[in-house]
């Protein structure tokens, strides 16, 4: 994890700098000069392990927010805050909790280390979430919908039951990464292996269904609209259409500043998506144990570097590319298919190609 932090005092060559609610002491000589990346330009390696407490400070913050109307509810090993009275709290948060770390463990092949724990904080209102998120000097301006720091996972109930579900896996799966891989991960590693679970269907006790799409598909006849881990998939149709590429080492190289803040966010992430959804299931599943041996090589210190993907999945970067375009195209196809969409709604007219034409 990397933060900015206010010098509260200096004595020679140490600095005093404050941090989750401590006074801390640093060598001035070892710090980073500002112009440099955030970890240095060969960051030591850091396996699993649990993830860091809440903050002190947050935790008062999100009770102020939520007001008189908090109350703590257990969940799945996760302590739930939340201004939510009980008949307006979603009934299948649990279900999707409980089936959320076996997922992740048949999607990675890798155990977390411990068990389940941190804090979930779930705003009733828009409002109060957004003046939670602007605590955080990383997330600021930026429309997430959710986010995870620490220990502590916040996001607001507002969109309705399915974004919520929806939201929450995402976060959790950041908690899982920690446990699992380590800190410091690539944004395209660590986004695209939780927003693959997020995008994953549910099934009608609200579980989770890993290689499937979340979300609907509703139209009118004359008008399409998708969500959920649909939309995500007929997004990165589209660009993958409209961009003839390479995409994939930028987007394995791109820093979580860029990867985030950039113009070409939304595409970040969907194309993140949809290339851990390759790895996976892709080549009726060649990739998935190259995939896994990469994962596992992390986790015990390895670098999580474009190279070192490509060994382990005995491919170049031509090949790959080639072969995700054709699985997303016939992935989109299917689903459109699968979910009775008129004929003249395959993908490449549900998002039509036009000249010059913007990420999603």
């Known amino acids: 994890d990397w933060a900015l932090l206010a010098v509260l005092e200096r004595r020679g060559e140490?600095?005093?700098?404050?941090?989750?609610?401590?006074?801390?002491?640093?060598?001035?000589?070892?710090?980073?000069?500002?112009?440099?990346?955030?970890?240095?330009?060969?960051?030591?390696p850091v396996g699993p392990g649990e993830p860091a407490a809440p903050a002190p400070e947050r935790l008062a913050e999100a009770r102020r927010l939520l007001g008189p109307a908090a109350r703590e509810v257990p969940l799945g090993g996760y302590l739930l805050l939340t201004d939510?009275?009980?008949?307006?709290?979603?009934?299948?948060?649990?279900?999707?909790?409980?089936?959320?770390?076996?997922?992740?463990?048949?999607?990675?092949?890798?155990?977390?280390?411990?068990?389940?724990?941190?804090?979930?904080?779930?705003?009733?209102?828009e409002e109060a979430y957004r003046a939670f998120q602007a605590g955080?000097?990383?997330?600021a301006g930026l429309p997430v919908s959710g986010h995870a720091r620490g220990g502590l996972v916040a996001l607001p109930a507002a969109a309705g039951e399915d974004e919520t579900a929806t939201v929450l896996v995402h976060e959790l799966a950041h908690l899982l990464?920690?446990?699992?891989?380590?800190?410091?991960?690539?944004?395209?590693?660590?986004?695209?292996?939780?927003?693959?679970?997020?995008?994953?269907?549910?099934?009608?006790?609200?579980?989770?269904?890993?290689?499937g799409y979340?979300?609907?598909?509703?139209?009118?006849?004359?008008?399409?609209s998708a969500t959920g881990g649909l939309a995500a998939l007929l997004q990165a149709a589209r660009v993958l259409e409209n961009d003839p590429g390479p995409l994939l080492p930028a987007l394995l190289e791109r820093?979580?500043?860029?990867?985030?803040?950039?113009?070409d966010a939304p595409a970040s992430y969907t194309l993140s998506f949809l290339f851990v959804r390759f790895l996976l299931a892709g080549?009726?599943?060649?990739?998935?144990?190259?995939?896994?041996?990469?994962?596992?090589?992390?986790?015990?210190?390895?670098?999580?570097?474009p190279p070192a993907l490509v060994a382990h999945l005995g491919r170049e970067w031509p090949a790959l590319e080639a072969s995700l375009r054709a699985f997303v195209a016939a992935e989109a196809e299917r689903e459109l298919a699968a979910r009775t969409a008129p004929r003249r709604t395959g993908w490449r007219r549900f998002f039509p190609r036009r000249s010059a034409d913007p990420a999603p």
Not at 18 to 27: A, I, N, P, V, Y
Not at 255 to 263: I, M, N
């Open 283 to 305: 080549e009726e599943g060649a990739l998935a144990p190259g995939f896994h041996a990469f994962l596992a090589a992390v986790a015990a210190g390895g670098p999580a570097t």
């Open 136 to 139: 955080e000097e990383r997330l």
């Open 255 to 263: 820093e979580w500043t860029a990867f985030v803040r950039g113009p």
């Open 214 to 224: 979340g979300g609907r598909l509703e139209g009118d006849g004359r008008r399409w």
């Open 14 to 44: 140490w600095v005093a700098v404050g941090r989750g609610g401590r006074r801390l002491w640093l060598e001035a000589t070892a710090l980073s000069a500002p112009e440099e990346r955030p970890f240095g330009s060969a960051p030591l």
């Open 177 to 211: 990464n920690r446990r699992a891989i380590g800190p410091a991960l690539p944004p395209w590693l660590d986004e695209g292996l939780a927003e693959e679970l997020a995008g994953s269907a549910r099934d009608a006790a609200s579980g989770l269904e890993p290689g």
């Open 84 to 125: 939510l009275p009980a008949a307006g709290l979603p009934p299948t948060l649990g279900a999707v909790i409980a089936a959320l770390e076996p997922a992740y463990r048949e999607r990675t092949g890798l155990t977390p280390v411990g068990t389940a724990a941190g804090v979930i904080v779930l705003f009733a209102s």
